[in-house]
Structures are given as structure tokens and as C-alpha cells.
């Protein structure tokens, strides 16, 4: 992907420098343009390093040749402001442009992402946010400011986005929303089983898989419900259209899922959920002399099979199957006793699965399809997946 940013002038300005690192990283061509005042708190060297490419500041620069700002507005797939300043703000949705990037802004024609990041006084000015209405009427994609501990140290609405996120979210800036409108529900994570408050029955499932099926749904457009075990949103910023729902035990799961399936379009069940949980848990800590060798369980309710006998035919159901061995016949047999739509077979085992950050799966489905996700990071996973689901999701009259 070919991607302008524009780095404005605030002390949030070197974290455009963490942005522009990833973003090479991840194998995107960046051009970077600065205002005069971003250049006070990062030099453009800093910038040159970390794309190959040399800076535009004023007018008169040629980043790109001669007449740069109309070359760079047709060659960009995405133009970025990171971070956008209450100035370049102004500049931008008024049309006036004072510096190589409000400039090249006027000749470009595709998706922008306005990352602003000021002090939540200025962010609460009325100018500043009936000049945020103008951009985000011309389709600009307003992504932040977050809550925290801004430079004057104060507290409130005006920190910049997490770094990573904001790459996300430039990266999803260019992709059609193919689930606007749509109430997705994800479940993710290990559930505990405690025999007393300390000790518990759980699996080695940290949720990552969860929570990026959450935040690639939401990047689509969906409006997501993630219900999860313990720690399993704690991979980064949420979407902020994510509504995190934190449980313990399966129990406590199956609650909350009953509450939200209805008003859900799509339900993807990636949580691990215990089997078993204890039938008489004691309510203080046990000391050993106190344990014995059988402690009696009594089995959780499926609540995927639950689902489908509900839902199967009239919501969009996808499973996850996690196996050690005859991945694709074992996840096979779930689709159809389960009554899903799809199922995400991953094999488990050294390097891969839980609590690791590369992913294999096959994606198998009730039409007959089995599409291959190859080793990836879960959050690329996440993408493959979704592009796979969304396909299937269409096929059927589920809205």
C-alpha cells in the first residue's frame, strides 16, 4: 500500500515516528510530510531513515518531483495526519493551504485518516469540532483522541491513539465496510473453573484469537460484542465500536452470550471454554492437608450446540476447533452436530496455537469449502478469516 503521512506539529509528533516504523515494517511504501512546526519536535532526518524517502515541508519542496503535491495525490492509497493538530485541522477543512501537506490534501481524491491529539480543552472547542464535522463529512476517517495524561498534565479526551492501532486503522482505511450495520458477537478466551478461590480447572487459551476477530470485525464496520475470559482483551486498544464483556466461568459466559445473541447477526465462538467445572466449590482457600485426591466435576453446557439448536439457519454461526490431531474430520463433525455455518479448524501443538503468535487454520464450511489460512500472526489470521466469513455470511439471507 502506498501511504502519505502527515506529521503536524505537537510534542504527539514523535509517535508518527513509531507509525511510520511499523508501517515499513509491514511492507508499505510511506511518504512523509511535515508543517514547519512538526519539524520543532522531530527532524525530518529522523523520518528520511525510516522510509528511504526524502520529506516535504514547504511548497516549494519536490519530495517527489516537480509539481509534487498533484504526483503524490494520485499516487497515494491512503493519506493519514498523525498527529492532526487543532492548526492543520483548520487548514484542512477550510481549504487553505498554507505547506506541502494541506496542499497536497487538495489535489488528493481517496481515503483519509485524521488522527488528532491536543489538549482536551482545545479538543472540546466548538471551532475545533465543527472543523472534525467538516473532515469527517468529506469522509475522513476521525480516529482518536483517547482519554489519558496529555503534556500540560492534565487529564482527559485529547491523548493521541495507540501507535499500532492507528496503523490498523490506516491499513482498514482503503477496505470496504462489508459489515456496517451488522451486530457481531465474538467470544474469546479461557473460562476458570475454581474448586476454591485459588486453584481452578482453565486451559492455556490467552484470548488473542478472540480479541482480533473482535477488532478485524469492527474494522469492517460491525458494531461487536466480545464476551471473554480473564485477560483476554489485553492485547491493545480496543475498537471503539468493541463493547468488552468480562466473565470467569462458563456459567458466567453462557449468561452473558444468551443476553446478546438475539440482537446478533453473527456469532463467532472462539473461547475455550472449560468442560468440566467443580460441583461443590469451597468458598475459602483450601490447605493441602485438606485436599484429597477426587475432587467431583459435573460437565459445562456446550454453548455453541446451544446456539445452534436455537439459532442454526437463522444466524450466522462459526465455531473454533482447536486439535492435536485429525484437525479437519474432528472439526468437521462439530459443523455438522453443532448445526454451524463455518468452523475455524487450527492445529495445536509446538510454536502454534495457544499462547502463540503464529496461526495456521482452515476455515471449513456447510457449503463444502475449506480454505487455508497459512502460519500467520493472529492478527493477520483474523483478516484472512473474515474476508473467508464475510463471503459466506452474504451467500445466505442472515439480514
Do not use: C
Request: aromatic share 6%.
Amino acid at each position: 500500500m502506498r501511504i502519505i503521512v502527515g506529521v503536524s506539529g505537537g510534542i504527539a509528533a514523535y509517535k508518527s515516528a513509531i507509525v511510520v516504523s511499523s508501517m515499513v515494517q509491514r511492507g508499505h511504501q510511506v511518504q512523509i510530510l511535515m508543517t514547519e512546526g512538526a519539524t520543532r519536535f522531530i527532524q525530518p532526518l529522523t523520518f528520511e531513515a525510516l522510509s528511504g524517502r526524502p520529506v516535504g515541508v514547504s511548497v516549494t519542496d519536490q519530495p517527489a518531483g516537480p509539481i509534487s503535491h498533484v504526483k503524490l495525490g494520485k499516487w497515494a492509497d491512503v493519506l493519514a495526519v498523525v498527529p492532526a493538530t487543532v492548526g492543520i485541522m483548520s487548514r484542512l477543512a477550510l481549504g487553505e493551504p498554507t505547506d506541502l501537506l494541506s496542499l497536497t490534501y487538495m489535489s488528493y481524491r481517496g481515503p483519509v485518516v485524521i488522527a488528532p491529539a491536543m489538549e482536551p480543552k482545545m479538543w472540546l472547542h466548538p471551532r475545533t469540532q465543527e472543523h472534525v464535522a467538516k473532515l469527517a463529512a468529506d469522509e475522513a476517517q476521525i480516529v482518536g483522541p483517547v482519554e489519558g495524561h496529555v503534556a500540560s498534565g492534565d487529564e482527559g479526551m485529547g491523548r493521541l491513539a495507540d501507535p499500532e492501532f492507528l496503523v490498523r486503522a490506516i491499513e482498514h482505511a482503503p477496505i470496504p465496510k462489508a459489515l456496517s450495520g451488522i451486530h457481531v458477537l465474538v467470544t474469546g478466551g479461557a473460562t476458570w473453573e475454581h474448586f476454591d478461590p485459588v486453584r481452578a480447572i482453565t486451559n492455556p487459551s490467552t484470548g488473542r484469537m478472540g480479541f482480533e476477530m473482535a477488532q478485524e470485525a469492527a474494522f469492517l464496520g460491525a458494531r461487536v460484542t466480545y464476551i471473554h475470559g480473564p485477560r483476554g482483551a489485553d492485547f491493545g486498544t480496543l475498537h471503539p465500536s468493541v463493547t468488552s464483556i468480562p466473565i470467569v466461568s462458563a456459567k458466567e459466559m453462557r449468561d452473558a452470550v444468551w443476553n446478546i445473541a438475539e440482537s446478533a447477526s453473527i456469532v463467532v465462538a472462539a473461547a475455550a471454554v472449560s468442560d468440566f467445572r467443580p460441583i461443590s466449590p469451597a468458598k475459602q482457600k483450601l490447605h493441602k492437608s485438606e485436599i484429597t485426591a477426587h475432587w467431583d466435576v459435573t460437565a459445562n453446557p456446550d454453548i455453541l450446540a446451544e446456539l445452534g439448536q436455537e439459532y442454526g439457519g437463522r444466524k450466522f454461526l462459526v465455531g473454533f476447533a482447536a486439535e492435536t490431531d485429525n484437525v479437519v474430520a474432528s472439526a468437521q463433525s462439530k459443523l455438522a452436530a453443532k448445526h454451524l455455518d463455518a468452523i475455524v479448524a487450527n492445529p495445536v501443538g509446538a510454536n502454534l496455537g495457544f499462547g502463540h503468535w503464529e496461526h495456521r487454520a482452515q476455515v471449513i464450511d456447510r457449503f463444502g469449502g475449506n480454505a487455508t489460512i497459512n502460519e500467520e500472526s493472529k492478527e493477520i489470521s483474523a483478516r484472512k478469516i473474515w474476508e473467508r466469513l464475510v463471503d459466506l455470511f452474504y451467500r445466505e439471507p442472515y439480514v
